[in-house]
């Protein structure tokens, strides 16, 4: 183990680095392309034994991953934003292959107007690809994850493509000390990718072709079936990971001080060691507040969400994008998922963050006491002077 | 009688699903007659798509992988790039797309493909309109053709704009080997498969793949409507190595051009004079080929 200091960009590199990806390709955009310049200099230098190429777009750079990742190649991409929104197309082919493809993605949002800010939009708009979607807080959980994400994609009862997302700035361009694994402990909890090979040189073999109803359904419904193991499948590798790197990767849901908690607000990436900083205080102050990291985007972790309401009076969800026409994406999901539970506390979605704003702990705090006050509203946009009014 | 040259290899098997007459069939099967077993195909959206059948059948004795109808040149790109990391040997690396998905949709793709070095062969099979949603104009459909999206009538005689020139394109990139193939000349087509096999880097193939259906011809007439566009220049069999450009095929005199448009329904309506247009333009793109190669070859290019 070293402990490196690293930008959440290259920590993704580092993580591409140790799991050894034998085919990356790239394209580059803000405020992801130092994660491909750094795994560029490995290559270059020889440190990574990868074929590196250099497309002429996102679409076809997640293309050259897709048809390496058929032959059996460990691949790696990373992009953000814009980038993100052009491979939605191949996103689809990357699930319904069963393409074991890790992604880092840099949260960012969407245009128009540019702004290259942290924002979740878009990531949120991918969310029915097929894609294992996980939310890193930390360049530290950056790493971790990735290489766990190597582990969940190319298991043999999931096989499915992982995304890696950190918001863009707050961890793409801001350095901490992370600890770097070695390569042998990383070797040892990920070894070479099992060959998986039904697209086989020599054969008569064939992969994507086309289908009727009849075998189509079939096939969307493997992937759903996938995607649900991972609620299993998860766990194991993070017990793998701890007992060989050690440390705790925490799961789909990871509660913070929600003992007793009246109120529990659920955050995603960054937002959430702000609001962790909040609860400590509010905590102090005899408030019954707590928090959970929605860590798990996709598979959903409904089950965990059910238990740790089960004595919750009202939760707020702050999302850092916004589904137009509904409330945040998370909030809806959050909602969803509490019509099944037994105790069904009132739900507040928080539009924060949006476009790169700060969420500042005196923002968080507010959000608190909004729920507290037993007077919360559905949708609440922070920080939003005056609506915009359109005549007629 | 002479001895036939073409491989007796069949890596396409009956109980495809082609029209009768398809041109593409044909130009898949001489391709693997020449490319051989250890061949991965990348396939996008494209007739080839319906023709190789449906899971969990094949029509194709290879590795096949389809892709989406813009992103052959890159899926090439990334099965050389995973055929290398992995070390595998003697896999030689093809896309194979209609003209739609080459001259059109997949035109960024190829480009990336050639410029980036691809040691890969990349097939556009020419049936000069998207024929596998039903006859809709495409970049490489000719010139006062009959299509769905450019009918004929009130004023309108085809589709009006001429055919996009995909090969000047391609050789722009300067690509290792480009060449025409045409399915009625087996032994031409044959020949420069193998040539384009001795070579590494990035080939190009524009095959003519004439279609039954959406030319309007009867499905009995495919090789001779084949022979005829060759014979009257409106498709010329060349090969570009090095950037020295070879035809292939002269047989003296081009036929004329009415022979091969009066063969289809989908030129039906020309008159006179737009024959006479087209039969200029093809006879001053057959002296324009003949002066490269003599420019070529005496070294002056």
Redesign the interface.
């Known amino acids: 183990m070293t402990v490196k200091v690293l930008s959440g960009n290259y920590a993704q590199s580092y993580a591409a680095l140790l799991a050894r990806a ?2 990356i ?1 790239a394209y580059p955009i803000t405020p992801q392309t130092s994660i491909v310049e750094k795994i560029a200099e490995f290559v270059a230098s020889g440190e990574l034994d ?2 590196y ?5 996102e ?3 997640l ?11 460990r691949t790696y991409t990373a992009t953000s934003s814009q980038g993100l929104l052009l491979m939605h ?2 996103l689809h ?1 990357a699930s319904g292959m069963r393409a074991p493809i890790v992604m880092g993605v840099v949260n960012r949002a969407v245009a128009p107007p540019w702004n290259i800010g942290a924002d979740h939009a878009d990531t949120m708009s991918q969310r029915d690809t097929g894609w294992v979607q996980f939310y890193a807080e930390s360049n530290q959980e950056v790493l971790d994850t990735v290489l766990e994400a190597y582990r969940l994609a190319e298991h043999r009862d999931i096989r499915l493509p992982v995304m890696v997302t950190e918001d863009a700035f707050y961890l793409s361009h801001t350095v901490e000390p992370v600890d770097v694994p070695d390569p042998a402990t990383v070797d040892a909890f990920l070894p070479r990718r099992e060959p998986h090979a039904v ?14 109803p009849d ?1 189509y359904v079939d096939f969307r419904h493997d992937v759903g079936a996938a995607m649900d193991r991972v609620r299993e499948v998860l766990p194991r590798v993070e017990q793998e990971y701890l007992a060989l790197v050690g440390r705790e990767l925490g799961g789909s849901l990871p509660t913070y001080r929600t003992e007793g908690a009246d109120v529990v607000l659920v955050t995603m990436g960054t937002t959430t060691t702000t609001a962790r900083g909040v609860v400590d205080d509010l905590r102090a102050e005899g408030r019954k507040v707590g928090l959970a990291k929605l860590r798990v985007f996709r598979p959903f972790p409904e089950d965990e969400l059910r238990r740790l309401v089960a004595d919750v009076a009202r939760i707020g969800v702050v999302d850092r994008s916004f589904t137009f026409g509904r409330m945040g994406p998370a909030a809806t999901e959050v909602s969803a998922a509490l019509y099944t539970a037994a105790n069904r506390p009132e739900l507040t979605s928080f539009l924060a963050g949006i476009g790169g704003r700060d969420v500042t702990p005196h923002e968080v705090r507010r959000m608190f006491e909004t729920l507290l006050s037993g007077e919360a509203p559905t949708t609440h946009w922070e920080d939003i002077e005056e609506e915009v009014k359109v005549d007629g | 009688m002479a001895k036939l040259t073409i491989p007796a290899q069949e890596l396409m098997y009956s109980g495809h699903a082609a029209c009768p007459g398809c041109g593409p069939a044909l130009a898949m099967r001489l391709l693997l007659k020449g490319l051989g ?4 195909l ?2 996008p959206a494209c007739c080839w ?2 023709i ?1 059948t ?3 059948t ?1 029509a ?9 109808i ?2 052959t ?7 050389r ?6 070390h ?1 040997k003697d ?1 030689e690396v093809v896309g194979f797309a209609g003209d739609g998905g080459t001259a059109d949709i997949g035109l ?2 190829l ?2 493909m050639l ?2 070095r691809t040691d890969a062969i990349y097939v556009m099979y020419d049936n000069e309109a998207y024929m596998n949603t039903g006859v809709q104009r495409s970049g490489a459909t000719p010139q006062g053709a009959w299509t769905t999206t450019t009918p004929v009538g009130g004023g309108v005689r085809g589709k009006p704009e001429p055919k996009k020139d995909v090969m000047a394109i391609v050789l722009a990139h300067r690509p290792a080997y480009a060449a025409t193939l045409n399915p009625s000349f087996p032994e031409d087509f044959d020949r420069k498969v193998a040539r384009a096999r001795s070579i590494e880097g990035p080939r190009f193939f524009h095959i003519f793949a004439p279609c039954p259906p959406g030319w309007k011809f009867d499905s009995a007439e495919t090789i001779a409507l084949g022979r005829l566009a060759t014979d009257s220049g409106i498709f010329p069999l060349y090969e570009v190595v090095d950037g020295r450009l070879r035809i292939t095929r002269k047989t003296g005199e081009l036929k004329p051009v009415a022979e091969y448009l009066a063969a289809q329904g989908r030129f039906r309506h020309l008159g006179a004079e737009e024959t006479a247009r087209i039969q200029s333009e093809v006879r001053a793109e057959w002296d324009r080929l003949l002066r490269r190669e003599r420019d070529d070859l005496s070294g002056s290019h």
């Open positions: 034998q085919v390709s990868a074929q190429v250099k497309v002429e777009s679409h076809s750079a293309q050259v991953c897709l048809s390496a990742a058929a032959l059996g190649a197309e191949l082919w697209l086989a040189p020599g054969r008569a073999t064939r992969l994507g072709s086309f289908t009727g075998h | 077993p250890r061949t991965i990348s396939i798509t319906v190789a449906p899971y969990p094949t194709l004795g290879v590795a096949v992988l389809d892709n989406a813009e992103a040149g890159a899926s090439v790109s990334g099965l790039a995973a055929a290398d990391a992995m595998l896999v960024q793709a480009s990336g410029e980036r």
